[in-house]
Structure formats: structure tokens, C-alpha cells
């Protein structure tokens, strides 16, 4: 039996290794059929320079996922992977396919990517972040919010929601970075090397593929951050030694299924 489809909502760039992009690609190298849902059409990526934005108007985006939550084959869908949303109004239509899914396929997982800010703050607008928080995570199973994301959407109790959370970028030290990963089966702490250069994009998109990917292959969740991490820091050094502020994935594929190396695995202890 060949492997669960993945439904993708996220962007896409004509041009780069971003976005849907990044994450489709990585998917379907693993394995994965896809199934694409774009939610806003760019000609680039935004650090590049301003672009035009093409968006679905929130009736026909909405009326698209029904359609697909309505399709006979919904119950192939294994997982659902969102991304970068184009606005506000894309959130709500996105949960009830998600919530259609998990109907269709009891053991479907839905990851989501947060996307919305990093280290200098809000890249999105609030209201996106917000439909985030309040409409989407309590439906997903596994987020993969980087720090700033972790700590502008947890409640007032600290936690996030899902039950399965990997924070990228968790801690900075002088040589190493961390990624905190929190699953029922435990917490651990997972530390590679610094990176000299950390403007490379589409490293979340890629993390975020690359961790469902592994976990619906069976990886244990500090398993899958593991793979996933390194397959990141080669694509990233690939990025570097070519002078590119994007990953490169289709050049970098064999990252993607190559073992890991250069990841220190640490459980929390706890209390």
C-alpha cells in the first residue's frame, strides 16, 4: 500500500524554494502524494522587494476547500500541513477541511505552521495570528512555531494547544542552537551548530514538511526533529556555499532522505 496523501495549504512563489513550494517538494521527495491548496500566488518571496499579491476572495477560497472536503478520495488524506495564510478569512474555511479530513481518516494528523512572525515581530497581521491561535491550533496535532511564534500564541497557562509542539530557534547560545521538542512521549532538547548566516528562507516550510513527513513514516517525534533538522542545516550550508537567500531544493534534494548527522538529542529532565 503506497503511502497517505498530504494536503498542503500554504503559499506560493513562482520563482524560489519557499513557501508551498519548499514544502510540497519535500513532501513528495519523501514520498508523499500532495495535494496543493495555495493561499496567496506571489511572484517571489517578500524580502525580496514588493510584489503583486493574487488572493482568492474568501467565498471562492472557501467554496474551493469545500469542494475538496466533499471529494470521494478525502479519506486517502493522511495529513494536513498549513502554512502561510494570504488573510484572515482563509482560517476558518481551512479548519472545517481539516476537521473533514480527521472525519474521513480518524488517524489523520494536521501540523500547523504558524508563520506569522519571527524575531522582529509580526510579519502578518494580527487578525491572522489570531484566527491562528484561536481557530486552528486547538485542531492540530503538532505546531512548529519558532520562539517568537511560541511565545506570542501560548495562553495565559504557557501551553499552546497541540499536543505535540517543536520549537525551532528555541535558545541561541555562542556556538549552538537549540529546538524543543514536547510530545507525550517526553520533552527533549535537540542542539546543532551555530549558523554564521541565518537569512536563508524557507527553512520553516521545509522543517515543518520534512517533521510531518518523517512522523507519518513512524519516527518518534525526537526522531523526526532530528532528521529534519539536519536535512535543514545542509540545505542550509548548500544556500551559503552558493551565495542564495533561499534553499535550495531541488540542487539540496539529496539532504532530504540522506541520515542524520550533527544533531545532539537531550531529554528534558523533568520537574
Known amino acids: 500500500m503506497g503511502k497517505p496523501s498530504v494536503l498542503v495549504v500554504n503559499s506560493l512563489v513562482a520563482r524560489g524554494g519557499v513557501g508551498g513550494r519548499a514544502s510540497g517538494f519535500a513532501l513528495e521527495r519523501l514520498g508523499f502524494p500532495v495535494i496543493f491548496v495555495p493561499t496567496v500566488v506571489l511572484p517571489w518571496h517578500p524580502g525580496h522587494g514588493r510584489a503583486t499579491r493574487v488572493e482568492a476572495d474568501t467565498a471562492s477560497f472557501a467554496a474551493l476547500l469545500a469542494d475538496i472536503a466533499g471529494a470521494a478520495w478525502l479519506g486517502e488524506v493522511g495529513a494536513v500541513l498549513t502554512g502561510y495564510f494570504g488573510n484572515a478569512g482563509q482560517v476558518a474555511p481551512t479548519v472545517r477541511l481539516a476537521a473533514a479530513v480527521k472525519a474521513a481518516n480518524p488517524q489523520a494528523m494536521v501540523l500547523c505552521d504558524p508563520n506569522i512572525g519571527d524575531t522582529g515581530g509580526l510579519f502578518q497581521p494580527e487578525a491572522v495570528a489570531i484566527a491562528i ?3 486552528l491550533l486547538p485542531l492540530a496535532d503538532i505546531a512548529t512555531p519558532n520562539r517568537f511564534e511560541f511565545d506570542w500564541l501560548r495562553d495565559a497557562t504557557g501551553r499552546l494547544g497541540p499536543p505535540e509542539v517543536i520549537i525551532t530557534s528555541a535558545a541561541t547560545h555562542a556556538d549552538t542552537i537549540e529546538t524543543w521538542v514536547t510530545a507525550p512521549a517526553g ?3 535537540l542542539t546543532h551548530r551555530w549558523l554564521p548566516d541565518n537569512t536563508v528562507n524557507g527553512t520553516g516550510d521545509l522543517f515543518a514538511a520534512l517533521y510531518l ?3 507519518l513514516d513512524g519516527a518518534a517525534p525526537q526522531q523526526a526533529a532530528t532528521r529534519a533538522s539536519a536535512a535543514v542545516l ?4 548548500a544556500a551559503n556555499d552558493q551565495g542564495l537567500d533561499e534553499i535550495p531544493i531541488a540542487a ?3 539532504a532530504i532522505v540522506a541520515p542524520a548527522t ?3 538529542v ?3 529532565a523533568e520537574g
Open 133 to 135: 491561535r484561536d481557530r
Open 187 to 189: 520533552r527533549f532538547r
Open 213 to 215: 513527513g518523517h512522523r
Open 234 to 237: 545542509a540545505m542550509i550550508d
Open 252 to 254: 539540496g534534494q539529496d
Open 262 to 264: 550533527g544533531i545532539t
Open 266 to 268: 537531550t531529554k528534558w
